[in-house]
């Protein structure tokens, strides 16, 4: 069973279209380096409010994919384009450029490289930290097959917050992922990433409405927790297009909030739960730089100030906070 895609989204779903000043600028920017972001390439629904906000999450390593997972709208082919060997630099330079506080850096799969793209990937993490080191920067990156020392490498770019995604329950794993990846090698990902860097936060995200049960998403917050992940988001799956799998059911707001306790409970430092969330939303979020600056400070550490670009200065948020602050991509 599955939603019929002729019927309308419920009233939770209703976003704005992306404008104002800020949005409009990072996309000139953006435009100008010839750089990804997962935001246009996803199809993500938030991002006229990251962007407005001066949050981006920038791809590397091409926009084409050579996995072909049933929910991701991003270009797959059996090859990807060739590496831009001044991608680092550019990505360095555009943070630099942007002055933001945290950015996130991730990339499609690129099974077709000798080292899956893993050695760019960490320059262009390099980069960025050289070129703007007050910047927090958070990693949402592949599973590299599960080769443990791909994993080291971006593991150990210098990187604040390391993401990798289990995406859905372990039963729905084979009908909603690529065949080349797998449940429990995500988990092995997000184990190696917190033995390589005990000091940096782990993170994962979870898709619901895909057909899970509440106790398959239980059971999965429990394993990510056993690998010592931090950082949790879920979020409702939203179909791109027809080409791609059905909507089995939107999930209410009321279970959302049931899912951020229950995590909460479980032990995570951070949970983000609610219709529109995604891995990478307002990945900034004050509790998270909070979280991190209270570890720099527990270790001596002194981060540099940022040079503001006045007019970019982010906006007041006018929604209500709350204990959890949400994120979304």
């Given amino acids: 069973m599955s939603v019929d895609p002729r019927s309308p989204k419920p009233p939770w779903l209703k976003v704005r279209a992306p404008s104002g000043e ?36 920038f791809m590397v390593l091409g926009s084409t994919c050579t996995r072909g997972c049933r929910f991701c709208a991003v270009t797959t082919r059996k090859y990807g384009v060739p590496l831009d060997p001044h991608e680092p630099q550019k990505l360095g330079r555009t943070i630099a450029a942007m002055a933001l506080d945290y950015i996130v850096i991730t990339s499609v799969d690129r099974d077709d490289l000798p080292d899956q793209g893993a050695g760019h990937f960490a320059r262009c993490v390099e980069e960025v930290r050289s070129h703007s080191p007050g910047t927090r920067i958070e990693i949402l990156h592949p599973d590299f097959r599960g080769e443990r020392s791909l994993v080291e490498i971006v593991a150990n770019s210098g990187a604040d ?16 992922r690529d ?3 797998g449940y429990d090698q995500s988990l092995s990902v997000l184990r190696w990433s917190k033995e390589f860097r005990p000091q940096a936060f782990t993170k994962s995200s979870l898709m619901v409405g895909v057909g899970e049960t509440e106790d398959e998403v239980l059971v999965c917050m429990e394993e990510l927790r056993a690998v010592g992940v931090d950082l949790l988001t879920i979020g409702q799956y939203l179909r791109p297009s027809a080409r791609y799998m059905p909507v089995v059911e939107y999930i209410h707001p009321d279970q959302f909030a049931r ?16 219709p529109l969330v995604r891995s990478s939303y307002r990945a900034g979020e004050v509790f998270i730089r909070a979280l991190l600056d209270d570890q720099d400070e ?5 981060r540099p100030q940022l040079d503001r670009i006045p007019a970019l200065r982010p906006q007041q948020s006018t929604r209500a906070s709350r204990a959890l602050p949400i994120l979304n991509i």
């Fill in 22 to 57: 800020r949005y409009r600028w990072l996309r000139e920017q953006r435009s100008n380096l010839e750089l990804s972001t997962v935001c246009e390439e996803a199809r993500c629904p938030n991002i006229g409010e990251c962007w407005g906000e001066g949050t981006a999450t």
């Fill in 259 to 274: 899912y951020e306790e229950l995590g909460k409970e479980l032990g995570f430092r951070y949970v983000a739960s609610g």
């Fill in 161 to 176: 917050v390391l993401g990798h995604n289990v995406e859905t329950v372990r039963r729905l794993t084979p009908r909603v």
């Fill in 298 to 302: 527990a270790r001596g550490l002194i």
């Fill in 179 to 181: 065949r080349r990846c």
